[in-house]
């Protein structure tokens, strides 16, 4: 079973949408978790850290559930340039789990 | 900003090379990564060191070795290339394993294995 699961999309909405993404990860004893996002040809760069308290930045939102294992990001009023893939991050003990990534087309 | 450099962006080598994988950072990071990123698999960790001189497998190092001679420097090494090595090779370094750490990625080596 992997780490970490994502559904690999692509989610396809237009300007001004609302989307969510969920992650599920196996390790219960998993200690923090992140939000990356990744353009088409370039390296991972870091969206948001995830807080068991929920935490938003903008217009994105990241809410953790422990008891159900699973992560959430939220996109509100989406953007052209929010298009990219999204990958949901988590640390064991000093390794970082990576999902294979959802993919978010924003159309005009 | 940190700035994480891979040697090439584009290498092609020819099965049962030798095949070196440069990455520095330039913010005094103590740890650093080496993933390979392969399409529907995701990012899977192949070493990491924590130190200079120090070194642990990943999830699946089985074909690669690494070298951390210097803080700055983490080198990948496919001691024998072969055609399923062929994918995109991604370095990150970060300041400390926890809540707060946050890893910067090079941009990447996309190698091919002929």
């Known amino acids: 079973r992997k780490e970490v699961e994502q559904d690999p999309g692509p989610f396809n909405v237009p300007e001004g949408a609302t989307v969510a993404f969920n992650c599920t990860y196996s390790n219960s004893a998993s200690q923090s978790f992140f939000w990356y996002r990744q353009d088409c040809r370039k390296e991972p760069k870091l969206l948001m850290s995830v807080y068991s308290s929920g935490n938003e930045d903008g217009r994105f939102t990241a809410q953790l559930n422990r008891a159900s294992q699973y992560i959430s990001l939220l996109i509100r009023d989406s953007k052209l340039s929010d298009s990219a893939t999204y990958l949901c991050v988590v640390n064991n003990f000093n390794k970082f789990y990576f999902g294979s990534g959802t993919k978010l087309n924003v159309k005009p | 900003d940190v700035k994480v450099t891979q040697s090439s962006r584009y290498l092609v080598k020819r099965t049962g090379e030798k095949v070196f994988l440069e990455c520095v950072q330039d913010m005094d990071h103590e740890n650093m990564f080496w993933y390979r990123q392969d399409p529907g698999l995701g990012l899977r960790l192949i070493y990491f060191?924590?130190?200079?001189?120090?070194?642990e497998k990943g999830d699946i190092p089985e074909g690669y070795s690494v070298s951390r001679e210097k803080k700055e420097r983490f080198s990948l090494i496919l001691e024998s290339a072969s055609t399923n090595q062929t994918s995109m090779y991604l370095c990150?370094?970060?300041?400390?394993?926890?809540?707060?750490?946050?890893?910067?990625f090079g941009p990447g080596t996309r190698l091919t294995v002929l």
């Open positions: 060191s924590y130190d200079v001189k120090m070194k």
């Open positions: 990150a370094s970060s300041v400390l394993a926890g809540d707060t750490d946050t890893q910067y």
